[in-house]
């Protein structure tokens, strides 16, 4: 069975923020495939949106047999069982960016480009945040 690379990119800004990146990563490889490599918490000011509350933010890089979709229907699991509530603006229907206990964001999955409605791979935003870039360099050049 075919293992692929999967760097996923975390945060956390509600409750304990330590815990629930930690606990996030333990269910990342229960479901998702074996957590490899992780990079240190880093604590950053929330991006997108005004909050009083810092973000913790990791990287981590998993082995997997799963594929892109099923990775992201895990994930939105992982999010889910760990609190997540998505916040919806009603008259545009669009994500809005809110405090939250657990973000799970696929930043690369192999070298694939996928550009569909609801998954985009690589993540396009992540060379805009040094809140992802910081930690994901830590685990694709650890030397």
């Known amino acids: 069975m075919t293992k692929h690379q999967l760097y996923l990119g975390l945060g956390s800004n509600l409750g304990d923020r330590e815990r629930n990146l930690r606990e996030t990563i333990r269910l990342l490889g229960e479901r998702v495939g074996e957590v490899t490599r992780q990079s240190s918490f880093i604590e950053t000011e929330p991006w997108g949106f005004q909050s009083d509350n810092r973000f913790l933010n990791a990287a981590v890089l998993c082995l997997t047999d799963k594929t892109p979709r099923e ?73």
């Open 71 to 143: 990775v992201l229907q895990l994930t939105q699991q992982i999010e889910r069982d760990m609190g997540r509530c998505k916040v919806t603006d009603v008259k545009s229907h669009s994500r809005q960016y809110a405090d939250r206990t657990v973000d799970i964001d696929i930043l690369l999955y192999d070298d694939l480009t996928i550009d569909e409605p609801d998954l985009k791979v690589p993540h396009p935003l992540m060379y805009e945040r040094d809140f992802v870039m910081l930690p994901l360099k830590q685990i694709t050049n650890p030397y």
